[in-house]
């Protein structure tokens, strides 16, 4: 692959929304050897404001435009995920590494052709799943590495979530729900962060079998998912996710259980993880998280690219999640 020649990473983003206001793009700019250079926006006011706030020099409402500006470098697409395909590709034929938020498409089949693009292109593919760099899901890594549980036997993933009329007010504007755009519902969110760091912690996963079902008829993605799955490796798993439960049924709990223990953990919270093991006994874990919480994947992404680094999330490992999220109810 080839990597940034002039010792310097300068990001041009396409699609300054939420997620670039605190999580990504200003750990661009504290990252050695990296600057956020323009950003694009189809809503001039709004791109102009974020410019204005963030001190980008450069904005701009056309994508291609932004692509072609010989200044940037490497493109990161923070755009909702029907259009990551497009713009993956559009980028790998200007020969830019490319930088794409969660999940990484709609369907494994456009994870396929976006990776095909960019190794036709010879430029890297990188995704946004950074808890593979965050400090307590690296421990609970070298926690099942080390033996703290002995063999890892299964993991079981549970998620109920509270229907909030909040979120599902104004349908027209609520992509994560519109599976046009988003490819599913809530699950394609949130469960690709989960299933994403099974992935890193357990390795790939090679059987799926589920259910999908709209039980409430809020909206027209999914609202229940039930699932079983089985590593590489032997492990065995199982979740559920269900997005209109009660309050007082909220979890967020995912449990890796070993011939000698178990560790715990939600993926949604802060950083704790819970170790109860017949080798250490009882330990709880805590680690402060950085402010912009994409700052260490993004660090690890441009050492990737200058050659002195390399990144744990990229366009392979991120598809196999897709495909896992593919499986289910198919």
Same mark, same amino acid.
């Given at each position: 692959?080839? $990597?940034?020649?002039?010792?310097?990473? *300068? /990001?041009?983003?396409?699609?300054?929304?939420?997620?670039?206001?605190? $999580?990504?793009?200003?750990?661009?700019?504290?990252?050695?050897?990296?600057?956020?250079? =323009?950003?694009?926006?189809?809503?001039?006011?709004?791109?102009?404001?974020?410019?204005?706030?963030?001190?980008?020099?450069? /904005?701009?409402?056309?994508?291609?435009?932004?692509?072609?500006?010989?200044?940037?470098?490497?493109?990161?697409?923070?755009?909702?995920?029907?259009?990551?395909?497009?713009? &993956?590709?559009?980028?790998?034929?200007?020969?830019?590494?490319?930088?794409?938020?969660?999940?990484?498409? *709609?369907?494994?089949?456009?994870?396929?052709?976006?990776?095909?693009?960019?190794?036709?292109?010879?430029?890297?593919?990188?995704? =946004?799943?950074?808890?593979?760099?965050?400090?307590?899901?690296?421990?609970?890594?070298?926690?099942?590495?080390?033996?703290?549980?002995?063999? %890892?036997?299964?993991?079981?993933?549970?998620?109920? !979530?509270?229907?909030?009329?909040?979120?599902? *007010?104004?349908? &027209?504007?609520? /992509?994560?729900?519109?599976?046009?755009?988003?490819?599913?519902?809530?699950?394609?969110?949130?469960?690709?962060? #989960?299933?994403?760091?099974?992935?890193?912690?357990?390795?790939?996963?090679?059987?799926?079998?589920?259910?999908?079902?709209? #039980?409430?008829?809020?909206?027209? =993605?999914?609202?229940?998912? %039930?699932?079983?799955?089985?590593?590489?490796?032997?492990?065995?798993?199982? +979740?559920?996710?269900?997005?209109?439960?009660?309050?007082? @049924?909220?979890?967020?709990?995912?449990?890796?259980?070993?011939?000698? +223990? !178990?560790?715990?953990?939600?993926?949604?919270?802060?950083? $704790?993880?819970?170790?109860?093991?017949?080798?250490?006994?009882?330990?709880?874990?805590?680690?402060?998280?950085? $402010?912009?919480? #994409?700052?260490?994947?993004? !660090?690890?992404?441009?050492?990737?690219?200058?050659?002195? =680094?390399? @990144?744990?999330?990229? +366009?392979?490992?991120?598809?196999?999640?897709? /495909?896992?999220?593919? #499986?289910?109810?198919?």
């Amino acid at each position: 692959m080839k $990597k940034i020649e002039d010792n310097e990473v *300068r /990001w041009g983003i396409l699609g300054v929304g939420d997620v670039c206001e605190l $999580k990504s793009a200003p750990a661009m700019n504290l990252v050695e050897n990296s600057r956020l250079v =323009a950003v694009m926006r189809r809503n001039e006011e709004k791109v102009k404001d974020y410019a204005r706030r963030h001190h980008v020099p450069k /904005w701009y409402t056309d994508a291609d435009e932004l692509i072609n500006d010989p200044e940037v470098n490497a493109i990161y697409i923070a755009t909702p995920p029907h259009v990551h395909k497009e713009l &993956t590709l559009k980028a790998a034929a200007a020969g830019k590494p490319v930088y794409v938020e969660k999940p990484m498409a *709609r369907t494994y089949e456009e994870c396929k052709e976006m990776m095909a693009a960019c190794e036709a292109a010879g430029v890297p593919l990188y995704v =946004a799943y950074y808890r593979r760099t965050l400090p307590h899901f690296v421990k609970i890594k070298e926690l099942i590495a080390a033996g703290a549980i002995g063999e %890892v036997r299964y993991v079981n993933i549970q998620m109920n !979530q509270v229907l909030r009329p909040d979120i599902v *007010r104004n349908l &027209t504007n609520n /992509w994560r729900i519109n599976p046009e755009v988003a490819g599913g519902g809530y699950f394609y969110d949130l469960a690709s962060h #989960q299933l994403d760091f099974l992935d890193f912690a357990l390795g790939p996963i090679m059987k799926v079998k589920g259910f999908k079902t709209n #039980q409430a008829g809020i909206y027209e =993605a999914e609202d229940l998912v %039930v699932a079983t799955f089985e590593f590489e490796s032997g492990v065995m798993g199982s +979740g559920s996710w269900c997005f209109t439960s009660s309050k007082v @049924s909220e979890k967020d709990s995912t449990t890796i259980y070993g011939s000698k +223990g !178990q560790i715990s953990y939600e993926t949604f919270g802060d950083g $704790k993880l819970i170790l109860d093991s017949e080798i250490e006994g009882g330990k709880l874990f805590e680690f402060d998280l950085p $402010k912009h919480i #994409q700052n260490i994947l993004i !660090q690890d992404i441009v050492g990737d690219m200058l050659g002195i =680094a390399s @990144s744990p999330s990229t +366009g392979m490992s991120a598809a196999r999640t897709n /495909w896992v999220m593919d #499986q289910i109810g198919h």
